[in-house]
Structures are given as C-alpha cells and as structure tokens.
C-alpha cells in the first residue's frame, strides 16, 4: 500500500494548499490506492522524519521500503505507472515532464513570493514597497503562460498530463487574488483542470482528514 504524509492539522489559510494535495491528486487520477501518514505537531522533526525528508516537508511517498520526496518528483513517479498522467509517447511524455518542472520552477517561486508577502509581511514598509514589484513580475509570467496556452484546452494539447495537474495546482495558490481571474485563458483553464473528479477526490481527502482532526 502506498503511505503518503500529511499534516494532522494546519492553520486555515493553509488547508486546500499543503503540497500533499498534488500527491493525492496524482493517485486519484492513476487509480492507485493509498493511506495517508497523519503528522502531530513537532513529528516533522524528528530524527526518523528527517532521515526520510531532510528538510521536514510533507509530503513523504513511501511503497514497499521505497521513499521519495518534493511533490513534483512524486508526481513524476507515479506518472510513470499511469498514462493517465504522463502519455507513452516519448516526446509527450518530456514535453509532460517539461511543465512540471516548469511550473515548479518558473511559475510558483514568483506567486510564492507574492503570497508570503501578503499573508505574513503585509505590514511591513519593504513588503509595501516591494509587492507592486512582486505582483507585476507574476502578471508577466502568467501573461506568457496565458501566450502558449492559447486556444488549446491543456498545455500539450487536448489532453490533461501531469505538467497540467502541477500547472493548476501552482496557479490556485492565487485564489485569494483576482490576478487568474483576469485573464480569461487561464482562468477557463484552471477551472477545467480543478473540475476534475480526481481533484475533487483528492481535495475531499485532504479537507476530511482536516475536519477528523478538529
């Protein structure tokens, strides 16, 4: 059985949000069945925890003594049992792999830094002269993304792969904005990617281990 960590229990602003979502999403959609692993506060830094996740993130993928970290590798893992999420033809798959890892890396650094700057240094006199900044340069990289996506339902095309599941999942980190909703393309195309019923499932799971916890 696959074991996948998770928090027992996060703040508000944070719950729909922790990173064990994309992991439970990606199962969802490869029709894999798995358990999750509950963390009480302080569990993350444990020496056992630590041996597995150097840095005391969830989530943890483990399977049959196999443990991997970083969603975005879990996710790859997984798609590579599943052509639900990553395609069999070779190039598919790199150009899958591709928005992966570009939505790790050229998308959610910048809105991370737009959300930290509005949920925890809102009232500082650097955020306010730093977040207009901020927020433009995360406007530009949406406005491209917005570019290439174009008419095409998905990133690759008329299919959903993982680099659309990743995609998505970075963009409603915005949610609390109107930074998505103003651009037509993309807002269309993020409310096809969460209207699945594979993230539905996944978001279900993880807001209901949320409420067990309460």
Same mark, same amino acid.
């Given at each position: ?5 998770? @928090?027992? &229990?996060? $703040? ?12 439970? &999403? ?6 894999? =069945? ?10 993350? +830094? ?7 996740? =150097? @840095?005391?993130?969830? $989530?943890? @993928? ?5 443990? *991997? ?15 639900? *999420? ?17 939505? *790790?890396?050229?998308?959610? $650094? #910048?809105? %991370? ?12 006199? &650097?955020?306010?002269?730093?977040? $207009?900044?901020?927020?433009? @340069?995360? /406007? ?23 680099? +659309? *599941?990743? %995609?998505?999942?970075?963009? /409603? ?30 978001? +279900?799971?993880?807001?209901?281990? #949320?409420?067990?916890?309460?």
């Amino acid at each position: 059985m696959i074991t996948i960590s998770a @928090f027992h &229990w996060v $703040p508000d602003l944070a719950r729909g949000q922790v990173r064990d979502l994309r992991v439970r &999403w990606a199962l969802e959609e490869a029709g894999l =069945p798995y358990q999750a692993r509950l963390l009480e506060q302080g569990d993350q +830094d444990k020496d056992d925890y630590r041996a597995l996740q =150097p @840095f005391g993130q969830v $989530p943890i @993928f483990e399977e049959d003594g196999f443990t *991997l970290f970083e969603s975005g590798a879990i996710v790859l893992h997984i798609g590579e049992r599943s052509t639900a *999420l990553l395609p069999e033809d070779p190039k598919a798959r790199a150009r899958a792999t591709q928005w992966v890892v570009a939505a *790790l890396n050229s998308i959610e $650094p #910048f809105i %991370m830094n737009l959300a930290l700057i509005d949920f925890f240094y809102t009232n500082e006199e &650097w955020a306010k002269l730093r977040r $207009p900044g901020a927020e433009a @340069f995360v /406007r530009r990289r949406l406005a491209a993304l917005s570019k290439n996506l174009g008419d095409k339902p998905y990133l690759d095309g008329e299919r959903f792969t993982a680099g +659309d *599941l990743m %995609m998505s999942a970075v963009l /409603r980190i915005l949610h609390y904005t109107d930074i998505i909703k103003s651009d037509a393309r993309l807002s269309a195309y993020l409310e096809r990617c969460l209207a699945r019923p594979a993230f539905k499932r996944a978001l +279900d799971a993880q807001l209901g281990d #949320f409420r067990a916890a309460a």
